[in-house]
């Protein structure tokens, strides 16, 4: 599922560009109305099926995102598979990814997770207007 949102105006966006990639289409409206109210982030994509969204990271002259939101549970590609194949498939300088988790995670699982060198983070659900500020703070630190 693709849908672009009402685009505030560029000088007041933090994040330019932010993918969502999450099978539940609950999660989806939720993080949406969120991120459309927050005014925070220019151009909203969002996923259900995460083989769709790494034939889009993989695309020429497709929109690179500045931050993915993933779900790590999903039942045809869970997260770790989608970062395994995102690993092959795109450039190594994959945006920063926030894993976005039902419940606390075991050590574990992030454990694997960190392995990554794309993931930079993980919070539990549902996504907030103080959370999404946050990922906007950490991607002002990196630019």
Same mark, same amino acid.
């Given at each position: %599922? ?8 560029l000088d007041?966006?933090?994040? #330019?560009?932010l993918?969502?990639?999450d ?5 989806q409206?939720?993080?949406? @109305?969120?991120i459309?109210?927050?005014?925070l982030?220019q ?11 790494? *034939? ?11 931050l993915?939101?993933l779900?790590?549970? %999903?039942?045809? %590609? ?5 970062l395994?194949?995102?690993?092959? #498939? ?5 945006c920063?990814? %926030? ?6 995670m *075991?050590?574990a699982?992030?454990?694997?997770? #960190? ?7 993980f919070?539990i ?12 703070d950490?991607? @002002?630190?990196?630019?």
């Amino acid at each position: %599922m693709k849908q672009p949102s009402p685009l505030p105006e560029l000088d007041t966006c933090l994040i #330019r560009t932010l993918m969502v990639i999450d099978d539940s289409s609950f999660d989806q409206l939720i993080c949406q @109305r969120i991120i459309t109210k927050s005014g925070l982030v220019q151009e909203l994509i969002q996923y259900i099926d995460p083989e769709k969204a790494l *034939d889009h990271l993989a695309g020429p002259g497709n929109l690179s995102p500045d931050l993915i939101l993933l779900d790590i549970n %999903m039942p045809r %590609m869970n997260g770790f598979e989608f970062l395994e194949a995102a690993q092959r #498939r795109v450039d190594a300088d994959l945006c920063p990814i %926030m894993v976005m988790l039902d419940t606390s995670m *075991d050590p574990a699982g992030k454990k694997r997770a #960190r392995q990554f060198p794309s993931v930079h983070g993980f919070f539990i659900k549902p996504l907030s207007k103080e959370k999404l500020g946050g990922f906007a703070d950490f991607l @002002r630190g990196t630019r």
